[in-house]
């Protein structure tokens, strides 16, 4: 069993990690600290920018961040802002905020 990070959003379990494929590889990082949390979302979102997509899979989460395309009005799920890069739960379109929230 992971040990546990006690932070400000509550208790998540350390040493996990989060596997990221896109159309030209894939990484996988360990989350260690909040700060580690932080560096996966910002690399996530800058891939979706730059690639088609970015999978990701974080124990038995599985979702896809992806820049949407031109015209299309696609807005938040949880809180309802404007999305510009948009994490596809299956069931959900979140935006980085609620997403990086809903998996912590």
Known sequence: MAPELHTSHGT?????NVRLRT???GLV???HTDYDWQMVFEHITNRARHESWVDVTLGSHHWRAFHPQP???DHCS???VHLTIVH???TNHLCTRCCHATMH
């Open 12 to 16: 998540m379990k350390t040493n996990q």
């Open 23 to 25: 159309p030209h590889g």
């Open 29 to 31: 990082m360990s989350i």
């Open 71 to 73: 015209g299309v009005d």
């Open 78 to 80: 949880a809180c309802g």
């Open 88 to 90: 596809d739960t299956g």
